[in-house]
C-alpha cells in the first residue's frame, strides 16, 4: 500500500516539495478513523480476544475509559517474536492474500487497531500462548519506538492495558463526553457482541463496581436469558424464535411481536455472520414485513442473526466495520422479507397461546400484553425447547399470494362464518351448537383441546367490544379492528389471485365527481376493475357506478370510490398500483368492516372469533393496533382481592 503523503497547494505561502509524514503522525491520523472515543477501543479489542477463540473476556474500566481499559482474555495468545509486530500498522493474522481479503470470516483483520490505539494512549501487551512457562509483555506510549519485550507471569490468553487515552492529542480528549456518557457507549458495546457471542462469557466492571457477568449460554434457554438480560424481559416475553434457510443464507433469531413496539429504533440488533452492521438492505427488507402490522411510526424490535458465505458479503466497506455490502442485495432482501412476513402472518390466536392482560411499556405503545406461564399472543411457549422453532427450514413463499394459505376468500359480505348484519337472526341448530361449545367451558369432563382460542362469545360491549369466555378467563376483541384485518387479508388473497370480484347492482349510480376526478378516473378503468368496480364517465362531472366489489356494500360507494380515487392518484400508472395495492386495500377493508354501535348476535360474535383464530396477522388491525386482549382468572383474582 503506498505511503500517505502531505501536498501543500501552490497557492500555499511558501509551497513546499511532497514529503512522507512521520510514521507517529501517520498513526495518528488513522487513529481518527478507528478510535474515536474508549468505546472505540474497547470493540477493536474485544473484536480481537473473540477472533483469538476465547471464551472467557474480563473488561475493567476506569473513568469512563479515560483513564483505564483493561481486557483479559483466554484465547490463543501471541507469540513472542509476534508481540513488536503486533502493534505496528498493517500487520495482522487474518488476512494473508487477496482471496482472504474477499472472504473475511473474522472480525478483525485490518491490521490498524493497535497501531493506532498505541498512537494515541500508553498500551501494555501481555500475553502467553501456554507453550511457554512464561508470558510476554509489550509496552508502548503514544510513540513510534522499538518495543521491548519483556518476561513476566501470565495464563495462558492475552491482556491488554490501555491508559490516558489521548493524552497525547488534547484537542481530541476535549471533545470525550462526561465520564458516564463514555461508560454508557462501553456498555452498549460489550452488550452487542455478547448478544451475537453465546458462547463466550463476559465480565464489565466500572471503577471497580461490577455491572455485567454473562456465562457462556450454550444451551436455548440459558441463550434467552441473556437476551432477557440485555434486552429486557418484556421484549422475551413478547418475542418468537424464528429460524429459516434458503440455499446458503440462514435466519435465526428473535422477532418481536408487532405489539411490542417501539418509538426509537433502539432495539434492533441484526448481526451477518456475527458482525453487528447498519445496513439499508436490511432494515428495509425488516421494516417492509412489518409494514402492515405495526401502529404509525412505531419501529420494530428485534434480534437476528443472518448466515451466508463470507464471499458473498464484502465487510471492508468501513473503517469501523460498522457497514457491509452484499453481492446479491436483492437476493438478500427478498429472502428477508419473506422469512419475517410469513413468520409475522402465523401469528394468530390459534398459533401459540394467548395474551394476558396489557401492562404498560414505557418503551412501547404504553400498552402491551403480559406473559402467563411462558406464552404469547401467537407465539411458542419460550421455556420449552420443542417451542422454539417454528418455520424451520421453511420454503420461501409468495409474500401475498403465500402468505394467505388457508384462508377462503367469500365473493360476498358473508363471512365464513357469518355475516355480521344488524339484526341477523340465528337459526335453531346453530344456537344449539353455540350452547354446546360454551358448556364445555363449565364442564368438569371438558377438555381444553376443545374450546377454540378465543373461547366463545357472551356479550357486547357499548356495540364496540366482543367479550368471550375461554380456559383463561376473558377475552376482549375490538369487533372492528379484527373485522377490518378479517377483511383485508382476503382481499390480498383475491387481488393476488386474479382481482378483487364483483357484484353489478341492480339499479347503477350516479356519482358527482370534479372534472379532475372524472379525468383521473377515465385513465385508470383498468385499476379499478382490478380492484373490483365497474365504472362509466356519464358526464364531464360524473361517474356512473355499474357494479362494486362483492365484499363492498352499495351505501359505501360514494365515499368509497372517492378515497380509491386519491389513493389512485399516487399511484400515476397501472405498473405501480402493486406497490400500493396494501393501502389501497387497507382503506377499502377498513370501509366495509363492521362499524361501533352495530349490535351483533351471538352467532354474529363467535363468527368474527372463529375467524380471527384462522386469519393470518389478525393480532393487530390494518393499522397496528392490537385486535384484542386476555385477562386471566389471576388476574381477575387480584383485581378483586379474592383469595387474601
Not at 12 to 32: D, K, S, T, V
Not at 277 to 289: F, G, M, Y
Not at 300 to 312: C, G, K, Q, S, T
Request: hydrophobic share 40%; aromatic share 6%; charged share 25%.
Amino acid at each position: 500500500m503506498s505511503p500517505k503523503v502531505k501536498v501543500i497547494p501552490d497557492f500555499a505561502a511558501g509551497a513546499q516539495r511532497i514529503q512522507l509524514l512521520p510514521a507517529q503522525l501517520a498513526n495518528q491520523i488513522a487513529a481518527g478513523e478507528v478510535v474515536e472515543r474508549p468505546a472505540s477501543v474497547v470493540k477493536e479489542l474485544l473484536e480481537n480476544s473473540l477472533d483469538a477463540g476465547a471464551t472467557r473476556i474480563d473488561i475493567d474500566i476506569e473513568q469512563g475509559g479515560i483513564k483505564l481499559i483493561r481486557i483479559r482474555d483466554n484465547g490463543v495468545g501471541i507469540a513472542k517474536d509476534d508481540l513488536p509486530l503486533a502493534v505496528c500498522r498493517h500487520a495482522t493474522s487474518k488476512i494473508i492474500n487477496l482471496d482472504d481479503l474477499e472472504a473475511v470470516a473474522t472480525l478483525g483483520f485490518r491490521g490498524e487497531a493497535l497501531a493506532s490505539i498505541c498512537s494515541v494512549a500508553r498500551v501494555k501487551l501481555t500475553t502467553n500462548t501456554g507453550e511457554d512457562a512464561t508470558g510476554w509483555s509489550a509496552v508502548s506510549e503514544g510513540r513510534e519506538a522499538d518495543v521491548e519485550v519483556e518476561p513476566t507471569a501470565h495464563n495462558r490468553g492475552t491482556t491488554v492495558e490501555v491508559r490516558d487515552l489521548f493524552f497525547n492529542t488534547p484537542a481530541r480528549r476535549k471533545f470525550l463526553r462526561t465520564e458516564k456518557t463514555e461508560y454508557s457507549r462501553i456498555d452498549s458495546v460489550v452488550r452487542k457482541l455478547a448478544l451475537s457471542h453465546f458462547g463466550v462469557g463476559f465480565t464489565l466492571r466500572h471503577n471497580g463496581k461490577a455491572i455485567l457477568d454473562f456465562r457462556a449460554a450454550p444451551t436455548q434457554l440459558e441463550q434467552e436469558r441473556r437476551v432477557a438480560s440485555i434486552c429486557g424481559p418484556a421484549f422475551m416475553e413478547q418475542a418468537r424464535y424464528v429460524e429459516m434457510d434458503a440455499g446458503d443464507l440462514r435466519l435465526r433469531g428473535w422477532m418481536g411481536a408487532p405489539t411490542f413496539s417501539r418509538s426509537q429504533a433502539d432495539l434492533q440488533y441484526f448481526y451477518v455472520n456475527g458482525r453487528n452492521v447498519r445496513d439499508k438492505v436490511v432494515t428495509h427488507a425488516v421494516r417492509q414485513a412489518y409494514r402492515d402490522v405495526l401502529f404509525q411510526s412505531r419501529h420494530p424490535a428485534y434480534v437476528l442473526f443472518l448466515d451466508l458465505d463470507a464471499a458473498e458479503v464484502d465487510v471492508n466497506v468501513h473503517p469501523t466495520k460498522h457497514e457491509v455490502r452484499f453481492r446479491e442485495s436483492r437476493r438478500v432482501h427478498d429472502f428477508l422479507f419473506r422469512s419475517l412476513h410469513r413468520a409475522i402472518a402465523e401469528l394468530t390466536p390459534g398459533e401459540g397461546g394467548v395474551p394476558v392482560s396489557e401492562q404498560i411499556d414505557p418503551g412501547g405503545l404504553g400498552l402491551q400484553h403480559g406473559m402467563q406461564e411462558g406464552v404469547q399472543p401467537g407465539m411458542q411457549n419460550l421455556n420449552t425447547q420443542e417451542g422454539m422453532a417454528f418455520g424451520s427450514r421453511s420454503s420461501i413463499t409468495s409474500d401475498i399470494a403465500g402468505s394467505a394459505s388457508g384462508l377462503a376468500y367469500q365473493s360476498s359480505s358473508a363471512s365464513s362464518h357469518g355475516n355480521y348484519s344488524a339484526g341477523n337472526r340465528p337459526s335453531e341448530g346453530q344456537l344449539a351448537e353455540q350452547m354446546a361449545g360454551y358448556k364445555t367451558l363449565h364442564s368438569a369432563a371438558g377438555n381444553a383441546g376443545e374450546i377454540p382460542p378465543l373461547g366463545y362469545a357472551i356479550a357486547q360491549l357499548k356495540g364496540v367490544y366482543i367479550l368471550a369466555e375461554n380456559s383463561e378467563g376473558l377475552v376482549l376483541v375490538d369487533m372492528h379492528a379484527a373485522h377490518e384485518r378479517i377483511v383485508y387479508e382476503q382481499m390480498k388473497v383475491a387481488y393476488a389471485v386474479d382481482g378483487l370480484a364483483s357484484q353489478p347492482l341492480l339499479v347503477p349510480e350516479t356519482l358527482a365527481v370534479s372534472e379532475r376526478e372524472a379525468d383521473h378516473a377515465e385513465q385508470q378503468l383498468e385499476a379499478f376493475a382490478r380492484l373490483g368496480f365497474e365504472l362509466q364517465r356519464s358526464g364531464p362531472e360524473s361517474l356512473t357506478v355499474r357494479a362494486l366489489p362483492a365484499l363492498m356494500k352499495s351505501s359505501q360507494a360514494a365515499e368509497l370510490i372517492r378515497d380509491v380515487l386519491a389513493d389512485l392518484e399516487e399511484v400515476a400508472s397501472l405498473e405501480r398500483l402493486d406497490g400500493h395495492i396494501e393501502s389501497i386495500l387497507g382503506n377499502m377493508a377498513c370501509h366495509n368492516a363492521v362499524r361501533a354501535n352495530r349490535q351483533l348476535s351471538m352467532t354474529e360474535m363467535n363468527a368474527v372469533l372463529r375467524d380471527m383464530e384462522t386469519t393470518e396477522r389478525s393480532g393487530q388491525c390494518n393499522h397496528g393496533r392490537p385486535t384484542w386482549t386476555q385477562v386471566s382468572m389471576a388476574e381477575l383474582d387480584r383485581l378483586f382481592l379474592r383469595g387474601r
